[in-house]
């Protein structure tokens, strides 16, 4: 095998076997393959592309570059995995309602990636939750309570961390062929019986238009599939937050008041759509909607707190956090609100922009190495559609700073529009696949 072979093959269009695709994902994770080489690998698939075949090939590569765990249950190994969002809080109530319907869910999971937040650092907002865990930790975890929730470790898809690195600084990132792989190789190394994939789109995502969004969804599935893991998409939308609040400690309540009762809304509803699926594809269910109902009653009965009470204890977490669950949250130093500067109806949200207000106010991180603020960000969203008076607060900015708020009281305004009337709202759910 010779790493310029493969790139030469990829420059004339052509789709390397599936042997010189496991031989370049071993170079990749041993470091016989230069960044040189990698960078030109990733430049040519993302200029050529791969193909299904191709496309499914260098995911097992990816994937078998490293550990691939394996599950001794009484009960079907179940994942799910989002796109990117705002607002996006799904698996911290999913998982542990998953876990009460009869699924085993070790969720590995990502921390925050430009302007959208990720589940690692929101969990990590709870004082002495640890997501970095042991692979026999991660099964004792799962058998005890039925879920967990933590960060890949450094044995699992190491091709994709290296690939991933060098997207990031080669302009190849947008590569609908290296996402699947990247995606697709660390869920698969957890072996799941069956996914789900929640795939945004919208303003808050980085799917910005339906056709982008639904060629990611098959591009997933197919792949998925292929492997041998049933996998279904759902596209759901994210052209506002999908909770009324952004930033990780505030995500955290928004959480525990949807798990003890308080609320429901689009983040119960997206749960139940996604549960329902992954459900009926794990042979748990015979029919989304059944699954669906099995996933809300969870959720409304108190079980699925606590289940997420036993996660979140199993993991370091206060073993009375969900009975008590305000009094262990940072809260920020300074809290502004945002006025509306005249009345009108919410008519559109630039989620990618209130997004990136948090990671200013520190809940997000610019450069790699920064340290997350996990007390600020926004909360008491208004929603599209929703009719507002002159002053009445848009959102509520909780910041370490009154300088920093001031800066994003300004961002927040200019990212909510007011018209006279409210507009056609979008589906909540757009579309499913697979």
Not at 14 to 24: A, N, S, Y
Not at 329 to 358: C, F, Q, R, W, Y
Request: overall charge negative; hydrophobic content about 45%.
């Amino acid at each position: 095998m010779d790493a310029r072979a493969i790139i030469a093959k990829l420059r004339q269009h052509q789709v390397p076997q599936v042997d010189e695709l496991r031989w370049f994902a071993q170079g990749l994770s041993d470091g016989s393959v230069s960044d040189a080489q990698a960078g030109a690998f990733a430049m040519a698939v993302c200029m050529g592309g791969l193909g299904a075949a191709g496309r499914a090939g260098l995911t097992l590569a990816m994937r078998d570059s490293g550990e691939v765990l394996n599950w001794n249950l009484p009960g079907p190994v179940v994942d799910k995995h989002s796109t990117g969002g705002v607002g996006d809080c799904v698996s911290l109530v999913l998982a542990p309602a998953l876990a009460e319907c009869g699924a085993y869910v070790p969720m590995i999971s990502g921390r925050g990636l430009g302007h959208t937040g990720g589940t690692l650092d929101k969990l990590e907002a709870i004082p002495g939750v640890t997501t970095a865990v042991s692979r026999d930790r991660l099964a004792s975890i799962v058998a005890d309570s039925g879920c967990a929730i933590v960060g890949a470790t450094a044995q699992v898809a190491p091709a994709d961390k290296r690939l991933y690195a060098i997207r990031d600084v080669t302009a190849t990132v947008e590569s609908l062929d290296l996402i699947t792989a990247s995606i697709l190789s660390k869920k698969l190394a957890a072996s799941p019986n069956a996914l789900v994939l929640d795939v945004k789109l919208g303003s808050g995502a980085f799917m910005k238009s339906p056709n982008e969004a639904r060629a990611l969804a098959h591009a997933l599935c197919e792949t998925a599939n292929a492997a041998g893991c049933k996998t279904s998409a759902v596209i759901s939308d994210m052209n506002q937050p999908l909770v009324p609040a952004l930033g990780n400690a505030l995500e955290i309540a928004e959480v525990m008041k949807v798990l003890t009762g308080a609320t429901e809304g689009p983040l119960m509803r997206v749960c139940a759509v996604l549960g329902g699926v992954v459900l009926t594809d794990a042979g748990l269910c015979t029919d989304p909607q059944i699954g669906a109902d099995r996933v809300i009653a969870a959720i409304r009965d108190g079980r699925a707190l606590d289940r997420f009470g036993r996660m979140i204890a199993a993991q370091g977490g206060p073993l009375g956090f969900v009975r008590d669950w305000e009094r262990f949250l940072p809260e920020s130093n300074v809290i502004l609100e945002v006025p509306a500067p005249t009345k009108g109806h919410v008519t559109e949200m630039d989620g990618e922009a209130l997004g990136l207000a948090v990671v200013g106010l520190g809940g997000g991180r610019q450069v790699e190495g920064d340290t997350i603020d996990p007390s600020v960000g926004l909360s008491g969203l208004v929603r599209l559609g929703q009719r507002v008076d002159q002053g009445q607060p848009l959102a509520v900015i909780h910041a370490g700073r009154e300088d920093v708020a001031r800066r994003a009281e300004a961002t927040v305004r200019a990212a909510i529009t007011l018209g006279a009337k409210p507009g056609t709202l979008p589906d909540l759910i757009h579309e499913r696949i697979g």
